[in-house]
């Protein structure tokens, strides 16, 4: 398993942007954004394929918020611009380690960090 550990979450006002950050300990094959609203259930936000490159992003968030990956550092971030309150959630970081499926199942994620709240105000 990865250690993951996000920073960077907070309040803001519908408009506005907060960038996360996801630090890990080591490499993963793929990784990914998740939030969970009270009372929802998790879903998948924003990916990264490390072993391409390429990115893909939930409908919601697609033109709002951007993934991406500084393979020296092993970092991950997501910036989200044009926050609306229905963002509002606690964001997750997720990894996982070795070849196989990714996308939006949180069950093809073997790491997990443990989350940062973004509160959204209209």
């Known amino acids: 398993q990865v250690h993951l550990v996000e920073s960077g979450g907070g309040s803001v006002q519908a408009g506005g942007s907060l960038r996360l950050s996801c630090a890990a300990s080591?490499?993963?094959?793929?990784m990914a954004w998740f939030r969970q609203a009270p009372g929802k259930e998790r879903e998948g936000v924003a990916f990264?394929?490390?072993?391409?490159?390429?990115?893909d992003y939930t409908d919601s968030v697609k033109g709002r918020f951007t993934i991406s990956h500084d393979n020296p550092k092993n970092m991950l971030y997501l910036q989200m611009d044009n926050l609306k309150p229905d963002d509002t959630a606690m964001y997750y970081c997720?990894?996982?380690?070795?070849?196989?499926?990714?996308?939006?199942?949180?069950?093809?994620?073997?790491?997990w960090g443990q989350g940062t709240q973004v509160t959204v105000s209209s």
């Open positions: 997720a990894a996982r380690s070795t070849f196989g499926q990714c996308g939006n199942r949180d069950g093809n994620y073997d790491s």
């Open positions: 080591e490499y993963s094959w793929c």
């Open positions: 990264f394929y490390s072993h391409s490159g390429r990115t």
